[in-house]
């Protein structure tokens, strides 16, 4: 999320807890050591420096502090973010970088490690003959089969021109390609027009500071299309900036509130004003998929659009995510977001830990689930193989003599045109539950 625009979002509703936060107190630099706690803090760090018998990572050590501080809220939304980790987040927001133009998910089920999950046709990646599945090996000489996905996707993004040596393994046959990084655009719509002349809108994050004028660019494009109804698809999208997803919803509501913040003294606030009826807006008949994984300002948009009865929607409960953050720069170049509001839906309700619960209730059938098996009693480092839906499967036993394997999720299919929204009615229930209640 982008500080400036949330902390602007903010700034209202943040006064009256300006004002709860200088009453209360805090620590400052000079009146840390004024309590046992804050005393006992800082001879913690000293004598680590002093005693611990291997040298300490001081910026570590001190990360590791900001980290457990934010972490004793219990708030999973409440967090600190590495100033690596922070770069990349803002270079994803800004929706421009440089790199060879794949799109990544982890090649480990424990989340580490690097495969592609698609290749743009006018990227360094696509010219070079690398494929949907290769997965990570090395980048220049560092191995990367268990790094976490943030540190790959930084090694692979750098300067505009500056070359990159990666190796790949494709069915377990190893391959070194040198790409130059080039300028990488992320599209956060896709969009296709359906039998029936029904209009498909998929909005894949929020977390996009493009992310609103590319959608009204859609939209736009299906208005000249005249199509006879529209479908928005907020499955998978996690959220992402609070103005964009009241920028989409207004795309289609003309008058009332959209969503409201809430602050910690129970102050509630009309974020962004009320709906603007525009020549722009679509007026037709809507329908909104969501699922488990639709967060944040998925649910504001579809809140909005089910409170005002502007939309039907169609498919699983949502996350739950009824919070917004304010995020702040840090000295180091990290990031600390921190939850500072509630938000409320027009009619007033609210959804964290609940989430939005579709009008009409559908299975997303999109993901299969994987096969998952375990066995022991197994001589330790020994190499077992499975027969998984007739094909082979090698595993090899740890220490104990245990053995796990657990299959890949099948993912819905990506077009390698960005904007180029890929779908199958057949496998697909929720979207064909959406083209039958559009088509009667």
């Keep these: 999320m982008n500080a400036k625009r949330l902390t602007t979002v903010g700034v209202a509703l943040s006064a009256t807890a300006a004002v709860a936060y200088a009453q209360l107190g805090g620590y400052t630099q000079a009146n840390l050591s004024s309590t046992a706690t804050g005393k006992s803090f800082l001879q913690v760090i000293n004598d680590l420096n002093r005693l611990y018998l291997y040298p300490v990572d001081q910026e570590k050590l001190l990360r590791g502090a900001i980290t457990g501080a934010l972490g004793s809220l219990d708030d999973e939304f409440t967090y600190y973010s590495q100033p690596e980790d922070n770069a990349i987040d803002a270079e994803n927001l800004s929706g421009e970088f440089y790199g060879i133009g794949v799109q990544l998910v982890a090649a480990n089920p424990d989340g580490t490690g690097g495969k592609i999950d698609n290749v743009f046709r006018t990227g360094a990646a696509s010219t070079a003959g690398v494929q949907i ?27 505009q021109g500056t070359t990159v040596n990666v190796t790949f393994a494709r069915d377990g046959k190893p391959y070194t390609v040198k790409m130059e990084r080039q300028p990488v655009a992320i599209v956060s719509v896709e969009q296709t027009v359906l039998p029936g002349n029904i209009g498909y809108i998929a909005l894949n994050t929020f977390y996009n500071e ?35 997803g009241r920028d989409v919803a207004d795309q289609f509501i003309q008058s009332g509130p959209i969503v409201s913040l809430r602050d910690r003294s129970k102050r509630t606030q009309v974020f962004g004003g009320n709906a603007t009826n525009r020549a722009t807006d679509y007026t037709g008949k809507l329908i909104v998929l969501v699922n488990k994984n639709s967060a944040s300002a998925s649910e504001v948009v579809s809140g909005a659009l089910q409170d005002t009865g502007r939309a039907t929607v169609v498919g699983e409960q949502t996350f739950g995510k009824g919070v917004a953050q304010i995020p702040t720069t840090l000295p180091d170049g990290g990031k600390a977001a921190i939850v500072n ?38 001589t330790p480092g020994a190499k077992i193989t499975l027969t998984i839906e007739g094909k082979p499967v090698t595993v090899t036993a740890d220490k104990d003599g245990k053995f796990s394997y657990t299959g890949e999720i099948k993912r819905p299919s990506r077009s390698a045109a960005q904007g180029e929204a890929v779908v199958d009615l057949q496998t697909d229930a929720i979207l064909k539950k959406a083209v039958e209640l559009l088509s009667k």
């Design 133 to 159: 599945g290769d997965v990570f090996v090395k980048i220049d000489d560092k191995d990367v089969t268990s790094a976490k996905l943030n540190e790959i996707v930084r090694l692979v993004r750098g300067k």
């Design 210 to 244: 493009k992310a609103s004028e590319q959608f009204a660019a859609a939209v736009a494009d299906m208005k000249k299309k005249n199509v006879s109804s529209l479908i928005l698809d907020l499955r998978d999208n996690g959220g992402g900036l609070l103005n964009a």
């Design 341 to 378: 509001s509630e938000w409320l839906t027009p009619k007033g309700r609210e959804i964290h830990k609940k989430g939005i619960t579709p009008d009409v209730v559908v299975k997303d059938t999109r993901y299969t689930t994987p096969p998952n098996l375990s066995g022991s009693g197994v």
